[in-house]
């Protein structure tokens, strides 16, 4: 997988992950899906074959970067250490 870190921009937390194939990359949204479920906090995301772009911010917070945010950014990258 190709490591990029979380970025801060435009109030938004955003990682891209890029994994060997969408088989790969369709189990990790699936994971992340259950992590997102189970916090009640949902990112919005994009996924081109092998590539997964996710950006976290809080709706609830007037669209800004909250602790919610880097808690669920911290579970997702758990997945993929
Ligand atoms: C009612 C429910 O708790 C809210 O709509 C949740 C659902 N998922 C969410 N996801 C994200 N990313 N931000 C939110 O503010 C948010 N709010």
Same mark, same amino acid.
């Given at each position: ?11 938004? #937390?955003?990682?891209?992950? !890029? *994994? ?5 990359? *369709? ?7 259950? #992590? ?33 945010? !880097?808690? #669920? ?5 758990? #997945?993929?250490?």
């Amino acid at each position: 997988m190709t490591i990029t870190m979380w970025q801060e921009t435009d109030n938004k #937390l955003y990682r891209k992950f !890029r *994994f060997a194939d969408f088989s790969e990359a *369709f189990a990790f949204m699936t994971r992340v899906a259950m #992590l997102a479920e189970k916090a009640d906090h949902h990112p919005t995301w994009t996924n081109t074959w092998n590539t997964v772009e996710i950006w976290l911010c809080s709706h609830d917070a007037g669209n800004t970067i909250t602790d919610r945010d !880097r808690r #669920l950014a911290a579970a997702i990258d758990k #997945l993929v250490a």
